[in-house]
């Protein structure tokens, strides 16, 4: 049998941090002993909590170790942080440590030192004093690699302490509540970011485009409410096949009823853009006058479009590099205070490992399979809106208008 000593802090007991602490060590089929426990006494007070853990092997207690650095915990006495080179381009040494997505800090030279460009399943690599999430794709040979698990703290985001501002449905996803009561709250939540000079980042699908809400999400772009728009090659050509013909993957939007032929509308919309030179060229030369992509143009909004490989042209300024498109969806969610997320799964899902903890992230969508995804991969900070986004987009914009 082998032992180890970790520490906790925080608000431990109204997280729900402390009973997880202790679920997990008794699930891994491990042991443990409350050395010393400190309740905070008052609200803005933390507890502090020393236990000591026992288990058969010591791989097994690397592995119980790094599920309870989630919750926080960390090896007692906080021994310096182990460092590997790293031997090659694009890997690092197999006792690597990666990272969540909560707040991260190392013991480095006598002092804790907090990770920057936080974000889940990254590299922690150690430079100049400095401490950076890396991807592993980005790491370098002879990069000084954080190893283990020893000398690694962190701090989760408590979203309970949040629950007047943001945490109005914390963790649950129901279609069964009042749409207008969560619109409300969510446009204050957003005057309130705007007011404080914050930034707001939207991922929408092209679900935006079919269920009427472009014209909606328009007016919130007009309104400065959108600080970057990231999204996919679909939701560009159908927001400009609408523009172009009227209609959504050949459905007329005013009427509801398929057109004749307009199947071939969106590969129409493709041609057009790539004959006026892109969708920038294609705003300033009048060929797109109306739609999401003319809205973003027109107001300076930024805009990146990842490509997949079932995308139809692509648009000229789709960026069909996978590693190129990950690294400008990073870098525009660069401080971003709250990310609003309209029915795009797999753009939510890689934005929501993009992420850290502490970003809002509003998910909206009619499956409440995709909120519970975006959870189940980490991404627990958030909250779901069961509806369809059409009506989302409509009432979120009355409720903004000045």
Known sequence: MVSETVQAEGHLIDSGNFQSILTTIVEHGSEYEILRFDVGRKNEEGSHVTLRLTTGTTARLHDLLAKLSVFGCYVEGTPEVKLRP???DGAAPEDFYSTTNHRTSV????TWVA??????DAVLVVGGGRVACRKLRDIKQGDQVVCGMQGIRVAPDVQQRDKPSFGFMSNEVSSERRVETVVARVADMLRQVKAANGRIAF?????VVHTGGSQYFCELIAMGYVDVLLAGNALAVHDIEVALSGTSLGIDLSSGHPVEHGHRNH???I???R????IGAAVASGVLTTGVMHACHTHNVPYILAGSIRDDGPLPETMMDLTAAQDAYGQALANVDVVVMLSSMLHSIGVGNMLPSWVKVICVDINPAVV???SDRGSTQTVGVVTDVGLFLHQLAERLRP
Do not use: H, I, S, Y
Not at 107 to 110: C, K, V, W, Y
Not at 115 to 120: D, H, K, V, Y
Not at 203 to 207: D, F, L, N
């Open 267 to 269: 590969m129409r919309a």
């Open 271 to 273: 041609n057009a853009v």
């Open 372 to 374: 519970t995804k975006l």
């Open 275 to 278: 004959r006026a030179g892109g």
């Open 115 to 120: 990770a920057e460009n936080q974000r889940m």
């Open 86 to 88: 790293a031997d090659m």
């Open 203 to 207: 991922v929408a699908g092209p679900v």
């Open 107 to 110: 013991f480095l030279g006598g």
